[in-house]
């Protein structure tokens, strides 16, 4: 069984940052691009960015690159999310997701069907 367990959020003053972890279990985690999403509340959950599974090469949404940098250590199963500079507009929950498909170099665009495997979310309030 697949597992995603997110953690590290929290809250923090505008300006602020966060580091959130994603642990996974239950796959060959190194062979799978990984992506953080995030759900305001009324709001349709949103890409946030993406990681491919050989680490190289991410993928941010407009209103985050330049503050939000994506890594993973293979080693521990674990994708993180650091999060600089933080909003109050970065409010929300946030998840990590797993690709349906191993191995794959080409063609995600941070869309929710290119993932089959969610956490379960961490909450990250940014007051001002």
């Known amino acids: 069984q697949v597992q995603l367990v997110e953690s590290g959020g929290g809250l923090v003053q505008a300006g602020g940052s966060l580091r959130l972890s994603c642990a996974a279990s239950g796959r060959t985690f190194s062979r799978y691009s990984m992506a953080w999403f995030r759900q305001s509340s009324g709001k349709e959950r949103e890409f946030v960015g993406l990681?491919?599974?050989?680490?190289?090469?991410?993928l941010y949404a407009g209103s985050v690159k330049g503050r939000f940098t994506i890594s993973r250590d293979n080693a521990k199963n674990t994708v993180y999310l650091q999060m600089n500079g933080l909003k109050p507009e970065d409010t929300a929950v946030y998840y990590c997701?797993?690709?349906?498909?191993?191995?794959?170099?080409?063609?995600?665009?941070?869309?929710?069907?290119?993932?089959?495997?969610w956490g379960q979310g961490t909450q990250v309030t940014v007051y001002s």
């Open positions: 997701a797993a690709d349906r498909y191993a191995f794959r170099d080409f063609g995600l665009r941070g869309e929710e069907s290119e993932y089959d495997t």
């Open positions: 990681i491919r599974w050989t680490g190289g090469t991410t």
